[in-house]
């Protein structure tokens, strides 16, 4: 009886192995060079991952807005410090660097790019002519106030917006921040 038993429990085994065997050799095949059609997800699965991309947009969305107002705050910081001080220093150096990082990041997400590239050297150098301010405290100033008009439009956008305002706004501020920077 042991041995009918164990007779049986070796070809369960064996069909079990063999099963998988060609299971796993039948999804080789319908995955070799075609990717899973969505198609195929149930409609329950298709409407929650619609939901969840949408609600991934508005959280991308708010913390664009937030991160706007980040480097708004460390601008007008960094206005006070200046006018307070008459120089920039260590820390003023640092929250450049931060204003930088956040601005770029938000140009990312809004899907600009250094308009410099794109630029000719000859009109790129008549652009910082007449934009680059003459003295530290006024391109604090004006670091303020392009910053305050970045994050109005940002606020004025919606996730399926872009705005160009707020691109040349981003290139901008980092024109005055490069400015800030190796002028000191």
Known sequence: ???????????????????????????ASTSSGRAPMKEDLPKGIKETLQKHRIEQEKKDHSEMIQRGEEALKLSEELEKSVASNNKISSQDLTKLARIEKIVKKIRKELGGDDEDETKTEEKLEADELEEKPSAIASAIKKLQSTTTKLVNELKKTTRFSVSVIAIQSSNSLLKILKFIRFSK
Not at 2 to 9: E, L
Not at 15 to 26: D, Y
């Open 1 to 27: 009886m042991a041995k009918v038993f164990s007779k049986y429990i070796i070809l369960l085994v064996f069909v079990f192995l063999t099963g998988i065997s060609i299971n796993a050799q039948g999804d």
